[in-house]
Antibody, heavy 121, light 106 residues
């Protein structure tokens, strides 16, 4: 079955950096777009970024553009999110998800359990 | 940027039908999805392409989308359905989620 396992979260000071990882299994990873979505404590879901299957194209939400970088290693079945210049409002649980693109529809169908990022001095 | 609006909360008695609306400009022209999230868990896809259910999702969950409103309907609501529900579409340049609706089974 599809499994997505995030890691790399933790406590970081404002202005610091973290790299999140997502290990995928149970499906042909290289065939799928992938995405990161976050959820601040007690809040709703916010899309952050997605990457195409061949990692040629990437998209970012305005709130993280220029600070976060999404990437993938299809040989390792892994997705990454490099987060720089972190701010307190980046505090959230970060989910990786498999992203189904069937124009005009596009939606995440399987989600990992999430990894918690706390930005605080 | 595109926005989706959901009521913060909906209440329903066990066995009754719950309707959770999601509104957005010309939402009926888009394909809506719905996710269920229970406390401490990750979201689960329960409706995609407006009306389709992934395998394993009970038949009591159904969706519709017309005009400016998509609706998640839960027929014969059970206590286990108490959760947060989020709608989602692909907006003009980004994935967009509604703010979420907390369903309380009284």
């Amino acid at each position: 079955q599809v499994q997505l396992v995030e890691s790399g979260g933790g406590l970081v000071k404002p202005g610091g950096s973290l790299r999140l990882s997502c290990a995928a299994s149970g499906f042909a990873f290289s065939d799928y777009y992938m995405t990161w979505i976050r959820q601040a404590p007690g809040k709703g879901l916010q899309w952050i970024s997605y990457i195409t299957s061949s990692h040629v194209v990437t998209y970012y939400a305005d709130s993280v553009k220029g600070r976060f970088t999404i990437s993938r290693d299809n040989a390792r079945n892994s997705l990454y999110l490099q987060m720089n210049s972190l701010r307190p409002d980046d505090t959230a649980v970060y989910f990786c998800a498999r992203y189904v693109v069937e124009p005009p529809a596009a939606y995440p169908d399987y989600w990992g359990q999430g990894t918690r990022v706390t930005v605080s001095s | 940027s595109y926005e989706l609006t959901q009521p913060p909360s909906v209440s329903v008695f066990p066995g009754q039908t719950a309707n959770i609306p999601c509104s957005g400009d010309k939402l009926g022209d888009k394909y809506a999805c719905w996710y269920q999230q229970k406390p401490g868990q990750s979201p689960v896809l329960i409706i995609y392409h407006n009306t389709k259910r992934p395998s394993g999702i009970p038949e009591r969950f159904s969706g519709s989308n017309s005009g400016n409103t998509a609706t998640l309907t839960i027929s014969g609501t059970q206590a286990m359905d108490e959760a947060d529900y989020f709608c989602q579409v692909w907006g003009t340049t980004a994935m967009v989620f509604g703010g979420g609706t907390k369903l309380t089974v009284l």
